[in-house]
Every structure is written in structure tokens, then in C-alpha cells.
């Protein structure tokens, strides 16, 4: 891969340590996927940030890493970390965990990455402009930037998103090139889609097509949050990164559309189906979490809307950023959540915080994300939307 003169001292690790560490990761992704050379970012999102996930030893590379004075160049912005950092000793979340998650967030604070904690940077700032090129981990936040945003990015891991975050650099292959942003499968749906049918949607196209790029044609228009939802469902199912609809997305007029490898029907038969399959049990959950993608304030408002005036029968976790969290107290939402026995939780998620070690045996998800991942937490799951799950 061609490296300027710049490139190659750091590289060769004129500008310190940890940016040679940096270069060492982009330059070897770069060869591995025969990238030319590397090309600015304007921004870059984070994930690898729950202990949960990361354990002690990836506790202990970010610590190097800031022993070798490790500097984000570009904006940055955090995935979900293991806990809510107000609230964990009364989630019960173990205190041992709980330090090492501490330590983990002063790491990243230590290198200027931004502590948002969560999912949707796009909802909180980190808002990438038509056509630039970012380095974006989390896959769900990945197909957004990519298909909503028209952003360029390709799926990093922790690593490399930071190592980018750090060079202000990424390798331009994959998704960063036009030419492999043309969608190749037609998807044609049949039906009206409303609330969690985008999710089911997105699971039964993402294990159909697994990398490929869907265009669809739909009846109706999605919002942002039926978006967020599509897509977190496509890139969970399959590792689907890009995605258009006709007369929605900002790409859809712009790409080639003649060449479709695969054409697929979606019917109302084959929706009931999938979403069927997203459930792991019949029985009633004991704990309902709502925000996987982390919940807008769109998605909190309609769950005030739901709960107002009820007591629950079980748990509930509405999970979102700390900054829609803080929007959601001043709208009253959160008083009401709270009232009927919710809880709104900022900075993690059903996925990324111990719940398996908190005594839940069910649990009540309108993700399809979500219903993917937690039965490997030994949970069974029951996929509906809300009103259904309560
Ligand atoms: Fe976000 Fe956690 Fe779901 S990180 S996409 S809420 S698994």
C-alpha cells in the first residue's frame, strides 16, 4: 500500500508509539483487503468498550495504549458500554465489574474519545456529512452512517476503528470505493410495514443475502428509527453494511441498478414466519428491554405513551445516550417510565451489560438485534412489539 512521506514516519514511529501501533494495524488491514493507500476521516465511533466484552485483555491494551500518550486526531464517540455509570449499584451489577468498566471509560476519556456510550452517535452529534469517509465500529451504527447518511465506511472492529481514530486515517477499500456501494439483490415487499416488521424485515433479508447489498422497494415510508431498526436487524442476520430503498435513501437514484444478482418477494406469509423464529419461548418475560439500537426520543416518547397510568408485571429497561436521556427527563417521559415501574438506563444495553449474571431467566425484546445475541446470554426471548410484551 502506498504511504506518503507523513504516512511513513509514522509508520515508522517518528510521531510516538502509540501512532506507530495505529499504523501497524491500518497498514496490515490495508494489505490484507489491497487497499492503495489510505485517505482522511472525518470521524470515528468506537466500540470494544464493555468489559463485558473486552475482559481483562482488552482493559489492558487501552492502558497501554494511553501509557503511550495515545491522542484521538479526529472526533470520536463511544459504543455502549457494561453498565450505567449512575445507576449500576442498583442494577446490581457486580462491583468488581464494575471497576474494571470504570477503568476502561477513563482510558477512553484519557485519549479525547467522547463518552457518549452509545449506539446512535448519530443521534447525539456524531453526524457524518453525505460522501465523507469514517471509520465506524458497531455494526448497527455502521449500516446506518453508510445507507441513511451516505457516509463511507466499511464494518471496523474496536481495534481498528481506534487505531484510525488515533491516525486520523483508514485504508480505502471496500465501501470507501463507489464502485462497490451498487446494490446486487432486489427486494421487493409485498406488504405494508409498520413498528417491528422493519426488524423482522431485516432478519429475514440479512440471513438470506449474509455481505450482499439489498435495494428494496417498499409500500410505505420508513422513519429514522424504522431505519435503525432495518438495519441493525440486516447487519445482525447477515453482515449486511450498506443497504437502499427506492425513493428514501440518498444513494438510491445515484447507483447502478441493472445488474441485480438475486431478486426476492417478501409476503406477509414470510414476514409471520420470521418473526415466529425471533422468539425462543411462549412464556412471559421478567424483564422487557427496549433501545437496541438505543432508543431516540421518538422511540421513548411512544413508550411513555404505552405505560402511562399502568403498573408493570415485570421489568423494564428503555435503553438509550445519556443525551436523550437528559431530553427525555425534561419532556416528562422519564417520570412517567419511572412511575409505572421502568427504568430508562443510559451508556449500555440488554447485550453489552452482565444480565445474565442479574437472575433474569426470560426477557421481552421488540429487536430483532437483540432476540439474535441474547440467547447466548442463556436467556429465552420473546420478540413482539411493546404493547404485546407488557
Ligand atoms: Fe446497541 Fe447494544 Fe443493540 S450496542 S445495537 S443496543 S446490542
Known amino acids: 500500500m502506498y504511504l506518503t512521506r507523513e504516512e511513513e514516519k509514522m509508520y515508522e514511529g517518528e510521531f510516538g508509539e502509540a501512532v506507530r501501533i495505529s499504523m501497524e494495524i491500518l497498514v496490515t488491514l490495508g494489505d490484507i483487503y489491497d487497499a492503495d493507500r489510505l485517505i482522511n476521516i472525518s470521524s470515528a465511533q468506537v466500540s470494544g468498550a ?30 455502549p458500554i457494561g453498565m450505567d455509570l449512575k445507576r449500576w449499584e442498583e442494577l446490581n451489577i457486580p462491583s468488581n465489574f464494575a471497576k474494571k468498566q ?13 463518552l457518549s456510550c452509545t449506539c446512535t452517535p448519530y443521534f447525539c452529534g456524531n453526524i457524518p456529512t453525505f460522501k465523507s469517509h469514517i471509520a465506524w465500529s458497531e455494526s448497527s451504527a455502521v449500516i446506518y452512517a453508510n445507507s441513511v447518511l451516505g457516509a463511507r465506511t466499511n464494518r471496523e472492529g474496536g481495534p481498528s476503528a481506534l487505531a484510525a481514530a488515533i491516525c486520523g486515517k483508514t ?14 439483490v432486489l427486494v421487493e415487499v409485498k406488504e ?19 455481505d450482499k447489498i439489498p435495494y428494496f422497494k417498499m409500500l410505505n415510508r420508513p422513519d429514522v428509527d424504522d431505519l435503525k431498526n432495518l438495519g441493525a436487524a440486516l447487519a445482525s442476520a447477515g453482515a449486511v453494511a450498506l443497504y437502499h430503498i427506492e425513493g428514501v435513501t440518498p444513494e438510491y437514484s445515484l447507483i447502478d441498478k441493472n445488474e441485480f444478482e438475486d431478486k426476492i418477494t ?24 427496549i433501545g437496541c439500537p438505543h432508543s431516540s426520543i421518538q422511540d421513548i416518547k ?13 421489568d423494564l429497561w428503555v435503553c438509550t445516550s445519556l443525551s436523550t436521556k437528559i431530553m427525555a427527563d425534561r419532556m416528562g417521559y422519564t417520570k412517567i417510565i419511572e412511575k409505572s415501574g421502568g427504568k430508562i438506563l443510559c451508556d449500555t444495553c440488554m447485550v453489552v451489560t452482565p444480565i445474565e449474571d442479574l437472575g433474569y431467566k426470560t426477557i421481552g425484546v421488540d ?15 420473546i420478540f413482539n412489539d411493546l404493547n404485546n410484551l407488557i
Open 266 to 289: 417478501v409476503t406477509k406469509k414470510d414476514l409471520k414466519a420470521a418473526k415466529e423464529e425471533l422468539s425462543t419461548t411462549n412464556e412471559k418475560p421478567e424483564i422487557v428491554c
Open 302 to 314: 411512544k413508550v411513555a405513551e404505552i405505560v402511562a397510568n399502568k403498573k408493570l408485571n415485570c
Open 50 to 79: 464493555s468489559y463485558k466484552t473486552i475482559g481483562d485483555a482488552g482493559l489492558e491494551y487501552l492502558e497501554d495504549m494511553v501509557k503511550n500518550s495515545a491522542t484521538t486526531s479526529v472526533y470520536t464517540t463511544l459504543n
Open 102 to 114: 470504570i477503568k476502561i471509560v477513563k482510558a477512553y476519556q484519557k485519549m479525547g474519545v467522547t
Open 171 to 184: 485504508p480505502r477499500y471496500g465501501y470507501h470505493l463507489e464502485e462497490n456501494r451498487n446494490p446486487n
Open 192 to 210: 405494508k410495514l409498520n413498528g417491528i416488521d422493519y426488524a423482522v424485515l431485516g432478519y429475514l433479508i440479512g440471513k438470506e443475502i449474509n
Open 367 to 381: 429487536s430483532a438485534k437483540a432476540a439474535i445475541y441474547l440467547p447466548s446470554n442463556n436467556l429465552d426471548v
